[in-house]
């Protein structure tokens, strides 16, 4: 199989830097991966101390084939990172894998991405890989170790050089989509926090790269295959976050433990209805007001 490179992006928790680390050290295809790792510039004076002290740790990390580390010399910022890297990396490889600094892996994660990969490598429908995926107790509801969603997820993913190319990022239909309700609503079959998240975006106010990247594949009908049993989990919640704040009770995965290294498929390329169903529960607006009252009393 050839193996896609991993892309790390890393700033300033060393704490998370090192679970996300260990975790991928003891992936069964990590000594035969290429790693690349964008370390950002601190955003302020008082950040430049936690992110030498994650340089330093970078620098002596070892078990993978290789280990390029480019260093920032001026702040870019989490989205600017992630696209201008993903685009430098996809100037040599044909597809990525993408994994942040406060994501803990299960053993079989890049045998799931790199399967994946090479199944739906030239089904231009399948937009991209989530390696998270919420628990939503579909063991008795589907028989494979997989389904498909219409929104993708950006806690450990991996795509392909001709989708990622496809973006348009600056989102130039903006001005028709804001006021076509029924577009809104169809955007919005994929999470209720969506069509406020792009809102933000557009308007200055959220700066991410993610928000665009789910609307490109809204626009363009993509798919987003998950696992059953999630490769991932988020370490980031905390005080120290940038970006994942308040109660992480919803997002609870339910965690590989198996360690299996085949995977089985759904038979068709269109979203799986069971599990659509669920996910717009966990990303509806009672499940949202549920988390903010959680994160108010520290659950």
Not at 140 to 161: C, E, M, P, V
Not at 169 to 183: A, G
Request: some cysteine; aromatic content about 14%.
């Amino acid at each position: 199989m050839n193996l896609a490179p991993v892309i790390l992006f890393a700033y300033k928790r060393l704490d998370t830097l090192k679970k996300t680390i260990e975790a991928l050290q003891k992936n069964n295809l990590a000594s035969q991966s290429d790693f690349y790792v964008f370390s950002d510039a601190a955003k302020t004076i008082k950040d430049e101390d936690a992110v030498r002290k994650v340089r330093e740790y970078l620098r002596t990390i070892c078990h993978f084939k290789s280990f390029i580390i480019e260093e920032a010399e001026v702040n870019k910022g989490l989205a600017n990172s992630i696209i201008q890297g993903v685009t430098k990396v996809f100037e040599k490889h044909d597809f990525v894998i993408v994994i942040e600094d406060d994501l803990v892996t299960s053993t079989n994660f890049l045998n799931f991405m790199n399967d994946s990969l090479q199944k739906f490598q030239y089904e231009s429908s399948v937009f991209s890989i989530a390696g998270y995926s919420f628990d939503l107790n579909l063991t008795q509801s589907i028989h494979t170790d997989t389904y498909f969603l219409n929104r993708g997820w950006s806690w450990g993913w991996a795509t392909w050089k001709d989708r990622w190319e496809k973006i348009d990022w600056e989102i130039s239909d903006y001005h028709t989509f804001i006021k076509n309700r029924e577009e809104r609503k169809a955007f919005s079959k994929g999470g209720s926090d969506l069509n406020k998240m792009l809102d933000k975006q557009m308007s200055g106010k959220l700066d991410s790269w993610a928000i665009r990247w789910i609307y490109n594949q809204y626009k363009m009908k993509g798919l987003t295959i998950y696992p059953v049993y999630s490769k991932v989990k988020n370490e980031g919640f905390g005080k120290d976050a940038t970006h994942t704040i308040g109660s992480s009770r919803r997002y609870k995965p339910f965690f590989d433990e198996e360690a299996k290294t085949t995977f089985t498929y759904p038979e068709n390329l269109a979203i799986t209805n069971i599990a659509q169903l669920k996910f717009q529960r966990k990303m509806g607006y009672f499940s949202r007001i549920k988390s903010k009252i959680e994160t108010l009393l520290r659950l």
